[in-house]
Every structure is written in C-alpha cells, then in structure tokens.
T-cell receptor
Framework: NAGVTQTPKFQVLKTGQSMTLQCAQD?????MSWYRQDPGMGLRLIHY???????DQGEVPNGYNVSRSTTEDFPLRLLSAAPSQTSVYFC??????????????FGPGTRLTVT | GESVGLHLPTLSVQEGDNSIINCAYS??????FIWYKQESGKGPQFIID?????DKRQGQRVTVLLNKTVKHLSLQIAATQPGDSAVYFC?????????????FGKGTHLIIQP
C-alpha cells in the first residue's frame, strides 16, 4: 500500500491564481480530510468527506472547494489564491471512527506559497 | 470556540529518561482524544487514542492518561530515544472521533538530549 499520497510537494502561486492539490489513498478508507498547518500552530480542518459523493466544511473552508467522486481521491481546489493561504496542507484518511483499529493516516503534505 | 492547548511549547529530556507531555482541553463534551507525532517535514503520525470511558491506555512504550475531572490528557513515553524527537500534538473530538470533530492543540516540541 502507498498509503496517503499528495501532489505536488511544493507549489508557488501568484495571488489570484487557482490550482488543485491532489490527494489519494489506497486503503479503501471512507473518511478523508484536508487540513492546513501554519507555523507554530496545530492543524485546522478545511473540508472533510465521510464517503464518495459526500463533503462538508470544516473550521476554515473559505477559499477552498472539494469534491469526492471516488473513494480513493479527494482533491482540494484553491479558487483564487491569496497570501493568507500560504501554508502546509495535509490530507488524511481513516476508516469510520469507532472501529477497533481506527487510525487516521496523513499524507506527506504540500507546501504552498502564495506571493 | 473551545480548543485544545498544551502547557509547554518545548520539552527537553535526557535519552533514556521517561517523557511526559501534557495537554489541557476545555470542551467538557469531548469524548475522544488522539496523540500525534510529527517529525520535521513530515505529516502527523497517529500514536495512540483514548475514549472518554477510559482513564488509561497503553501502547508500545507509550501510555495515554485521561483525567476528565480536570480535563487533562498526558502522553508518557518510556525510555525516550533519539527517534522520539518530534512535535507532539493532542487532538480532541466531541463527536466520537468523526472526521469533522477533531480540534488540534498547538504542539509540544520534544527534544532528546544525548
């Protein structure tokens, strides 16, 4: 298993540009989430999905869109990049919480800089 | 809103000693807690979790203690090794661990002295 993969690893955007951060998992997990991590901060939830076709907003959803057309993929779209979106973005996946072997797996992250 | 916090931003311990990392939470409705380890340049790694119906849970070299009376969570690492150097985050949830419910603390940087 590759686990949770994210592309790209690094990205520089100009203000106003759009882009999609890719996330894929091969563990057949129902739950997938996107977080952002700013320096000296914990992770903040952007959007999440509890299954294909179902998405919902987290703590900081503004400026981001998601879709979940398959169980494996959960792309995050930045509609019009702003310097405030400079951050490290992590994708995570897990089975339904409460299962005996519940564990949330994180990808390696995408480091985004918006100038 | 309510959030999870950590008492110390940096903790320095001698190799071989036990480490204790603390976490305070303020949401009395929280019923699920997780500890993560994040090494430099990597994503967080799940260490151990505990539900509110338990006071203690043990893993390999790690123990999580939950004191609901004072809303306190701790992670104990036995016989600390150089590979334990990382930032440790606690996270809490009030929805039984659902993907929408995790709130992360800011993290404690654990430094291992040789």
């Amino acid at each position: 298993n590759a686990g949770v993969t994210q592309t790209p690893k690094f990205q520089v955007l100009k203000t106003g540009q759009s882009m999609t951060l890719q996330c894929a998992q091969d563990m057949n997990h129902e739950y997938m989430s996107w977080y952002r991590q700013d320096p000296g901060m914990g992770l903040r939830l952007i959007h999440y999905s509890v299954g294909a076709g179902i998405t919902d907003q987290g703590e900081v959803p503004n400026g981001y869109n998601v879709s979940r057309s398959t169980t494996e993929d959960f792309p995050l779209r930045l509609l019009s990049a702003a310097p405030s979106q400079t951050s490290v973005y992590f994708c995570a996946s897990s089975y339904e919480p409460g299962r005996p072997n519940y564990e949330q797996y994180f990808g390696p992250g995408t480091r985004l800089t918006v100038t | 809103g309510e959030s999870v916090g950590l008492h110390l931003p940096t903790l320095s311990v001698q190799e071989g000693d036990n480490s204790i990392i603390n976490c305070a939470y303020s949401n009395s409705a929280s019923d699920y807690f997780i500890w993560y380890k994040q090494e430099s340049g990597k994503g967080p790694q799940f260490i151990i979790d505990i539900r509110s119906n338990m006071d203690k849970r043990q893993g390999q070299r790690v123990t999580v203690l939950l004191n609901k009376t004072v809303k306190h969570l701790s992670l104990q690492i036995a016989a600390t090794q150089p590979g334990d150097s990382a930032v440790y985050f606690c996270a809490e949830s009030y929805s039984g661990g659902g993907a929408d419910g995790l709130t992360f603390g800011k993290g404690t940087h654990l430094i291992i002295q040789p």
